[in-house]
């Protein structure tokens, strides 16, 4: 099998290794640089699990090689937390809300909101929207819905007027 060399930015740390050319951007997150809150569940692009923001783009990570990801920069839920460990906004309403129960989808619930701040589409309308591309197996949505909810009313005006 083919090798190649890759390098990006993952969480704000440059990183340089050989990959298969068929590695997923998940797999390699995951199992090569043992980011483990990227969770593997369908490999189909349909469970949004493997949820991860790619030049600030939330993406499914089993959908993308990471020779694709070559020169990008890659953030992980994992790197979402601020310098001090202040959790992200998104973190923070789903932690406050409930809005896990086994875990198992909570980062690429997480991911998605948070990529939707970072975009200024912080509004419930949009969160709810986004949210139809992933699959909780616990069908944990209330919690879900209710920290979309909070964090509309904390960030969504906020992020507005910024």
Known sequence: MSEYR???KVN???VAEA???R???GDFLRLKLGYTG???GCEHGVCGACTIMVDGRAVRSCLMLAVQAEGSEVLTVEGLADAQDALHPAQDA???AHG???GFCTPGVVMTLASLCADRRCDEQSMVAAMSGHICRCTGYQ???RAITMLAAEVGSAGSDT
């Open 19 to 21: 990959v298969e050319a």
């Open 23 to 25: 590695t997923s951007l």
């Open 100 to 102: 896990l129960q086994c």
């Open 38 to 40: 990227v969770h593997m």
């Open 12 to 14: 704000g740390r440059r």
């Open 94 to 96: 789903m932690r406050k």
């Open 143 to 145: 919690g879900i819905r």
């Open 6 to 8: 890759v390098e990006m």
